[in-house]
Each structure stands twice: as structure tokens, then as C-alpha cells.
């Protein structure tokens, strides 16, 4: 076994989870199991593989900045529920 007990207890209290002794052993057996197979990949020969971060290569897909004119205040502030001078008027929020 790659895992022990008193492994998955330290793991247990450090996620602070009460475990029963079944649930010790379960867990001991189940995370032997992953390491085991997880331990397979050693056997690849990745000598000749780049590493990478992603499988696909990424691009950004963000679309280039465009000078627009804005909208005139006045067209804006004609929609405006409440306005004061050139602003919108909304409730206070802060006291």
C-alpha cells in the first residue's frame, strides 16, 4: 500500500472530518487504489513531449478597440426615471 491509515486520519483532521473506522478504511483502500494507477503514468516515456497548458492552442478572441462616438447627454438623460443637471438622480444608498 502506497497510503496508510494514519495518512487519511492527518488528511481527515486536516479537513476536519470525523471518520468511522469503516470510513478509514474505505478511504485507505480507495486512495491506494487511485495512487496506484495514478503511479502507471511514470510509465510513459514523455521525454520527446513538450509540456503544454492547454490541449488546443488559444487565441484571444476579444475584438479590437473601436473609437465610437458616445451618445449625446441629453438623448441619454431623456430615459432617465429621475436626472439632476446632467447626472442621474438615484436614491442614497450610504447614510
Do not use: C, G, W
Amino acid at each position: 500500500m502506497k497510503i496508510t491509515i494514519n495518512e487519511v486520519e492527518y488528511v481527515a483532521k486536516l479537513a476536519r472530518l470525523k471518520l468511522s473506522d469503516e470510513e478509514k478504511t474505505l478511504f485507505t483502500q480507495q486512495l491506494d487504489s487511485i495512487l496506484l494507477y495514478i503511479d502507471k503514468l511514470n510509465e510513459l516515456d514523455t521525454a520527446n513531449i513538450p509540456p503544454t497548458s492547454h490541449v488546443l492552442p488559444l487565441e484571444n478572441v476579444m475584438r479590437a478597440d473601436e473609437v465610437k462616438p458616445s451618445y449625446p447627454p441629453e438623448e441619454v438623460l431623456a430615459i432617465a426615471p429621475e436626472r439632476e443637471d446632467t447626472f442621474f438622480a438615484v436614491p442614497r444608498v450610504i447614510e
